[in-house]
T-cell receptor
């Protein structure tokens, strides 16, 4: 039931792009993306709802393929501040309430100068 | 606008003891969820409180219990602590709606059980 994230880790040079994937074996109602820096709380990035549009702000965007039960997070022109561990949190089924989020194991992103 | 706050920041306990962690939700939020995050893992859902009742519960034993107060703040209680309970405990608040809404996390309480 836990979503699978890939890759587990990625190292980038400043300015490079990255894609982080999140796949579920169950039908999804929503996907929530968070970034967590070492020793800090997860910070909300964006939420994608079933039937909703692709979200994005600044140079981070995401997509949600309901049929494939997958979501992808796109980071373009990465900055040093993008370093951290990215988690997808999934909400199953028909939704209608917030419910509990089931998180993947995370993708560690390191951006080097 | 105050975000989610948690106390204490760090806590050290010994096996068998009991612990209480506290959470104040973001202003305007009415729902509190608790998560346990082991080192190197994603947060794992413990339970969620809304209108002072436990609404959903994850796969955690009865040693984990909670409470929500009329002002929406919440407590997480863990009895008979085990070494495996050592983790970062995160509180997340949200506003209950028909559609999904964002959960905002607090800074967490780092619990160490010796």
């Amino acid at each position: 039931q836990q979503p699978v994230q890939s890759p587990q880790a990625v190292i980038l040079r400043e300015g490079e792009d990255a894609v982080i994937n999140c796949s579920s074996s169950k039908a999804l109602y929503s996907v929530h993306w968070y970034r967590q820096k070492h020793g800090e709380a997860p910070v909300f990035l964006m939420i994608l709802l079933k039937g909703g549009e692709q979200k994005g702000h600044d140079k981070i965007s995401a997509s949600f393929n309901e049929k494939k039960q997958q979501s992808s997070l796109y980071l373009t022109a990465s900055q040093l501040s993008y370093s951290g561990t990215y988690f997808c949190g999934t909400e199953m089924g028909n939704g209608g309430s917030q419910g509990n989020l089931i998180f993947g194991k995370g993708t560690k992103l390191s951006v080097k100068p | 606008d105050a975000g989610v706050t948690q106390s204490p920041t760090h806590l050290i306990k010994t096996r068998g003891q009991q612990v209480t962690l506290r959470c104040s939700p973001k202003s305007g939020h009415d729902t509190v969820s608790w998560y346990q995050q082991a080192l190197g893992q994603g947060p794992q859902f413990i339970f969620q409180y809304y209108e002072e009742e436990e609404r959903q519960r994850g796969n955690f034993p009865d040693r984990f219990s909670g409470h929500q107060f009329p002002n929406y703040s919440s407590e997480l209680n863990v009895n008979a602590l085990l070494l495996g309970d050592s983790a970062l405990y995160l509180c997340a608040s949200s506003l209950r709606r028909v559609q999904g809404d964002t959960q905002y996390f607090g800074p967490g309480t780092r619990l160490t059980v010796l």
